[in-house]
C-alpha cells in the first residue's frame, strides 16, 4: 500500500510534466489545427540553453528562466517563418511541414553543437528526499508537482478572466467569426505560440532536470508523449490534454514498477497498446466530442 | 466489379510511368558500370517503397507514419525465410524449427513478406479505422514505434539491436526493374478501381461520401491493408538488397526519407512517387559526395557529415511552401502529354457510349404501378441539440414520383431534418421508413445504400475529382446509370474537367447528378437552386421535374424561391419552430391563414400565373 502510495505520487509528478508538454501542443492545436511536430525541439533547445548558461556559470534558475525564454522565442520564431507563409494548407501538409522543420532543426544542433550529449548541471538539492510520515518523496518530485500545478493554475486564470484569453477561446471555436467580430488573428496566434512556447519551456526545465542531458534528439520522446496524450485526451480538448497526459504518466510510472522483468523493455509499447484498447473504445478520445459538421 | 471503364486508361497510364522510369534507369543500368547500376537498384526500390506507401497516403489523404513498420515486417519474415540454416543458427538460435529450416527463394518470400504484413496490417487497422482522421495519424506514429520497440526488444525474432545479416543479395537490376513496374502498375489500377475511387472521394469529402453510400471505414481498411502487403513486399526487396540490417533502419530517417519523396513528388499521383523518389535520390546521392569530399573547380570542400537530412528537410520546406501539392501535383503522366489524355478520353468516352446504348428505359419505371405507396415514411421524427427543439415530432413522406416541398423561415428546422432521414444527425425519436424497411438509426452510408440520395446546402462534391469519378463513386452507380445522370443534368461534355473548376451553377448540377446516378428511390435536394439566377434556377428545377418522373422517385426539395417551389411541388409541408404547420397543395398551402400569419406576413402570395409552362415542356422529353 505504501509503495502504491509512492508510486501514484511518482505517477502524478511525471504526468504534470506530460501535462504541461500536451498542453502547450494542444494550445496550437485548438486554435490553428496545427499539430506541431517540431514542438519537441522546443524542448532540445531548453536543453542546450541550460547547458550554455550553467557551462557560463548561470545559476539553475537563471538558466531555467533562459531556457523557458528562448523556447517562447523558437515558438513565434515557428510560427512566423513557417506556418505564417503556409497558412490555408492541409493538416497534413502542415504536419509534415512541422516534421521537416524538426528533422532541419535536429541537423542543426548536430552539425552546431554536437552528435552526442551533453551534461547540465543541476542543483544537489534535487537528488535529495522528502520523508512525509511513512513516504519518501524525491525533492524533484514534489517541485515538479508544484511548479506544473502553479503554471497551469496561472495558465487557467488567463484564459478564464483576461480578454486575450477569452479571445483564444473564441478563436479555439471559430476562427474565422473571431477575426469577423474584430480580434485581429495573428495576435491571438502568436499569443498561442507564445503560451505553447512557455509551457514547452516550463515543461523543458522540468524533463531536464530529471534526464540531466540533453542530446539533438532530446525533444522526439517529448512530442510522442504530448501526442499521445493529446489524441487519449481528445484532439481540440485542452482539459482532456491535461487530462491525458497524467493518465500516461501515471500508466507508465505503474508499468515500469509492476511490470514482470522479462516485459520491462516493451514498457513504451505495453502503454501504447493500453491506449489503443482505450482509443478503440472511445474512438473521439477522453473528452473530444463527436463532431457534428454542419451541412 | 462495376466500374467507370478506365481501368484500360489506367494500364496505358502506368505504362507511361514506366516508360518515363526505364529512360531514366537504363543508362545508369546499361552504361553506368557497378557503382551507379547499385545506384539505379536503389532508386527503383526507393519507388517500390513510395508507390506502396502512395497508395494508401494518396488515396485516403492520411498521413501514415506507420508504414515503415510494415517495411520492417517484410524485412525481418524475407531474413528468416532466405539466410541459409547454418548462418541462422548462430544469429538466431531460437528460432522456430520451421522457421530455423527455410531457405525460401526470392519470389516467394517477397509473397510471404506481402502476406504476412496485410494479415498485421489487417489487426491494426481494425482499431485504426474507428479513429477520426487527425487520431489515425498519431496512430500510425505509435504503430512506429511500438515495432520498433519491439524489434529491438524480441531478441529470440531479431536479435535485437545486433540485427541480422545473411540475406542471399538477389536483386539484380532486371529483377528491381520488374518489380517497380509491377508496383506502379497495380498502384495506377488500384487507384481506378470502385475501391480506389471511393477511397479519393473519402479524401475529398468524408462526410458527403457517406451520404452517398461510401463505407469510408471500409474503404480505408481494405487500402491500408493493401498499402500494408505492397509495402511488406517491398521491404523484402529492399532487404534482399541491403542483405544486414538492424532496428534503427525502421525508424524515423527512414520514414521521413519515404515521406519527403511521396511528398516532395505529389502524393497523391503514382508519377509522383516516381519524381520524388529520383528528386530526393539524386539531392541524397549528391551531397553524401560531398559529404566525404568533393573538390569544385580545384577547391578542396571540407567533410560536412550529416548534411543530407539537414539538406532534404529545407527542400521540402521549401516545395511546401512553394509547391504544398508537390512537383508534378495530383496530375499522372497523361495529364503532361495532351495528345495522350485525348486519346484515352475518346476511346472511354466510346466504350461509354456503347454501354449506354443497351439502356432502353429506366428500370424504375417498370414498377410505377406501386406509385401510390408512400416510398419514405419518416413518423414522430424529433431531434434537441443542447435543449434547442430543432426538430419536434415531425411526419414527412413522399409517393413515387412526388416532388414535396419543404419550405418555412429559417433555423425552423428544414436542413435538420433533412440530415435527420439520411441518418447524418441521429433521431432522439421517432421512426423513418424508406421503401418499407426501417432505417432508423442507420448510419448514413447505410440509408444510402438503400436508396437515398441527397445533395448539400453548401455544395460538397468532391473537388479534385473528375467530374466523371465524382458520379461514379457511390456504389449505387452503374455504368449505364451514371452516364444517364451525367447526360440528363447536361454535364457529359464536361465529364472529364476537375469538379472544382466547373462553375458554381455547374458545380450544383454536378451534386445533383452525382445523387440521381445511384437510382435512388428518394432524393433530398437542399436548396439546390441557391445562388442561381431565375433563369438559371428554372431550368434547373425543370429538370428536377423530368428526373422525377423520368425515375420514378420521391423528391424533397427545401428551396427558398416561394415561385419556384410553388409552381414546382406537387405537395408543400411548411415548417415553423421544428412543427409542421401546414402540408397540401401549393393552392391550399398557400390560402392556408396559419402559413400566412407564420411565415409570409400577412401578405398573399401570388400563384396567379400559370404553372404549366415549363413543366409540361419537362414532360414531353420523357
Not at chain 1, 501504447?272 to 482505450?278: D, F, G, N, Q, T
Not at chain 2, 518515363?20 to 543508362?27: A, C, T
Not at chain 2, 488515396?59 to 525481418?76: D, E, K, R
Not at chain 2, 535520390?281 to 548534411?307: A, C, H, M, N, Y
Request: glycine share 10%; with cysteine.
Amino acid at each position: 500500500m505504501l509503495e502504491f502510495m509512492q508510486q501514484l505520487i511518482n505517477g502524478f509528478s511525471l504526468g504534470s510534466i506530460y501535462a504541461v508538454l500536451a498542453l502547450g501542443l494542444a494550445m496550437v492545436y485548438s486554435t490553428l489545427g496545427i499539430l506541431n511536430f517540431a514542438y519537441g525541439e522546443l524542448i532540445t533547445i531548453v536543453g542546450y540553453t541550460m547547458y550554455f548558461a550553467t557551462q557560463a556559470g548561470a545559476p539553475f534558475l537563471l538558466a531555467a528562466g533562459l531556457g523557458i525564454t528562448f523556447a517562447a522565442i523558437a515558438s513565434l520564431l515557428m510560427q512566423l517563418a513557417l506556418f505564417r507563409p503556409l497558412r490555408g494548407a492541409s493538416f497534413v501538409t502542415l504536419l509534415f511541414a512541422s516534421f521537416a522543420l524538426s528533422q532541419a532543426l535536429q541537423g542543426v544542433f548536430r552539425q552546431a553543437i554536437s552528435p552526442r550529449a551533453r551534461g547540465i548541471a543541476v542543483p544537489e538539492i534535487f537528488s535529495t528526499f522528502v520523508t512525509i510520515g511513512d513516504i519518501r518523496i524525491g525533492f524533484l518530485t514534489i517541485a515538479t508537482l508544484i511548479i506544473a500545478l502553479t503554471s497551469m493554475g496561472i495558465l487557467a486564470v488567463f484564459m478564464r478572466y483576461s480578454r486575450s484569453g477569452l479571445q483564444m477561446r473564441a478563436a479555439a471555436i471559430d476562427l474565422t467569426t473571431t477575426r469577423l467580430m474584430g480580434v485581429r488573428a495573428n495576435r491571438v496566434i502568436l499569443g498561442a505560440f507564445a503560451i505553447s512556447g512557455i509551457l514547452a519551456g516550463i515543461a523543458g526545465v522540468l524533463w531536464m532536470a530529471r534526464t540531466t542531458q540533453v542530446t539533438p534528439t532530446s525533444g522526439f520522446t517529448p512530442i510522442l508523449i504530448a501526442f499521445i496524450a493529446v489524441v487519449l485526451g481528445g484532439l481540440g480538448s485542452i482539459p482532456g490534454a491535461v487530462i491525458g497526459g497524467y493518465i500516461f504518466g501515471v500508466l507508465e510510472v505503474f508499468l515500469q514498477a509492476y511490470l514482470p522483468i522479462g516485459l520491462v523493455p516493451f514498457q513504451f509499447a505495453m502503454a501504447l497498446i493500453a491506449v489503443s484498447v482505450l482509443l478503440y473504445l472511445r474512438p473521439e478520445g477522453l473528452m473530444g466530442k463527436r463532431i457534428e459538421e454542419k451541412v | 466489379m462495376r466500374r467507370y471503364g478506365s481501368i484500360r486508361g489506367a494500364g496505358v497510364s502506368a505504362l507511361t510511368t514506366t516508360a518515363l522510369m526505364l529512360i531514366v534507369v537504363l543508362p545508369f543500368v546499361l552504361f553506368g558500370g557497378k557503382s551507379l547500376s547499385s545506384t539505379a537498384v536503389i532508386f527503383l526500390i526507393n519507388v517500390t517503397l513510395v508507390i506502396a506507401l502512395q497508395t494508401f497516403v494518396g488515396n485516403s489523404g492520411i498521413l501514415s507514419f506507420g508504414h515503415v513498420a510494415f517495411m520492417g515486417v517484410g524485412a525481418y519474415v524475407t531474413a528468416w525465410l532466405t539466410i541459409p540454416p547454418e548462418l541462422k543458427s548462430n544469429q538466431l538460435p531460437e528460432l522456430p524449427a520451421f522457421l530455423a529450416e527455410a531457405r525460401w527463394g526470392f519470389f516467394p518470400s517477397l509473397l510471404a513478406a506481402a502476406f504476412v504484413s496485410a494479415l498485421f496490417a489487417a489487426i491494426v487497422g481494425i482499431i485504426l479505422v474507428r479513429m477520426t482522421v487527425n487520431a489515425m495519424v498519431m496512430a500510425t506514429l505509435a504503430l512506429l514505434l511500438v515495432m520498433y520497440s519491439v524489434w529491438l526488444n524480441w531478441s529470440t525474432l531479431t536479435r535485437g539491436s545486433s540485427g541480422v545479416f545473411g540475406i542471399p543479395r538477389e536483386t539484380t537490376p532486371v529483377l528491381a526493374i520488374a518489380v517497380a513496374v509491377v508496383f506502379i502498375f497495380v498502384a495506377r489500377l488500384f487507384k481506378t478501381t470502385r475501391i480506389g475511387l471511393q477511397l479519393r472521394a473519402s479524401r475529398e469529402d468524408e462526410l458527403s461520401s457517406a451520404a452517398l453510400g461510401i463505407n469510408v471505414r471500409r474503404v480505408r481498411y481494405i487500402g491500408w491493408v493493401f498499402s500494408a502487403a505492397l509495402m511488406g513486399a517491398a521491404g523484402s526487396l529492399w532487404s534482399f538488397n541491403i542483405i544486414a540490417f538492424d532496428p534503427g533502419q525502421f525508424s524515423f530517417a527512414m520514414t521521413f526519407a519515404l515521406l519527403a519523396m511521396l511528398i516532395l513528388g505529389g502524393k497523391e499521383s503514382v508519377l509522383g512517387a516516381v519524381v520524388g523518389a529520383a528528386v530526393v535520390g539524386l539531392v541524397t546521392e549528391s551531397f553524401s559526395r560531398i559529404e566525404q569530399g568533393v573538390s569544385v573547380f580545384g577547391i578542396e570542400l571540407p567533410r560536412i557529415t550529416g548534411t543530407v537530412q539537414f539538406v532534404i528537410a529545407l527542400l521540402i520546406i521549401i516545395a511546401l511552401i512553394w509547391r504544398p501539392d508537390g512537383i508534378v501535383g495530383r496530375r499522372e503522366i497523361e495529364d503532361f502529354i495532351p495528345p495522350l489524355a485525348a486519346w484515352l478520353r475518346r476511346s472511354q468516352g466510346q466504350s461509354e457510349d456503347s454501354a449506354s446504348q443497351k439502356l432502353t428505359q429506366s428500370p424504375e419505371e417498370a414498377d410505377q404501378g406501386s406509385s401510390s405507396d408512400f416510398i419514405l415514411q419518416g413518423t414522430g421524427m424529433a431531434k434537441s441539440f443542447h435543449g434547442v427543439k430543432a426538430v419536434a415530432g415531425i411526419d414527412i413522406e413522399v409517393k413515387r414520383g412526388e416532388i414535396l416541398g419543404l419550405i418555412g423561415p429559417n433555423g425552423s428546422g428544414k436542413s435538420t431534418l433533412l440530415n435527420l432521414i439520411s441518418g447524418l444527425t441521429n433521431l432522439d425519436s421517432g421512426q423513418v421508413l424508406l421503401a418499407g424497411r426501417d432505417v432508423t438509426g442507420q448510419p448514413s452510408h447505410i440509408v444510402a445504400q438503400q436508396g437515398l440520395a441527397r445533395t448539400f446546402q453548401n455544395i460538397r462534391i468532391f473537388p479534385h475529382l473528375l467530374v466523371v469519378e465524382n458520379v461514379f463513386a457511390p456504389p449505387r452507380t452503374t455504368a449505364e446509370s451514371g452516364h444517364l445522370s451525367l447526360k440528363q443534368l447536361g454535364l457529359l461534355d464536361l465529364r472529364f474537367t476537375e469538379a472544382n473548376t466547373l462553375s458554381y451553377g455547374m458545380q450544383r448540377r454536378l451534386e445533383i447528378a452525382r445523387a440521381m446516378g445511384t437510382q435512388p428511390s428518394v432524393v433530398l435536394l437542399d436548396e439546390p437552386a441557391a445562388g442561381m439566377n431565375h433563369s438559371e434556377s428554372d431550368i434547373l428545377l425543370s429538370d428536377i421535374r423530368s428526373l422525377a418522373v423520368h425515375h420514378g422517385c420521391g423528391v424533397i426539395i427545401i428551396d427558398h424561391d416561394l415561385r419556384l417551389i410553388m409552381r414546382l411541388c406537387d405537395r408543400i409541408q411548411v415548417l415553423e419552430a421544428g412543427k409542421t404547420i401546414a402540408v397540401g397543395t401549393p393552392t391550399e398551402v398557400s390560402s392556408d391563414p396559419v402559413v400566412l400569419a407564420a411565415y409570409l406576413g400577412d401578405v398573399p402570395i401570388e400563384i396567379n400565373e400559370p404553372p404549366q409552362g415549363e413543366i409540361s415542356l419537362a414532360a414531353k422529353e420523357n
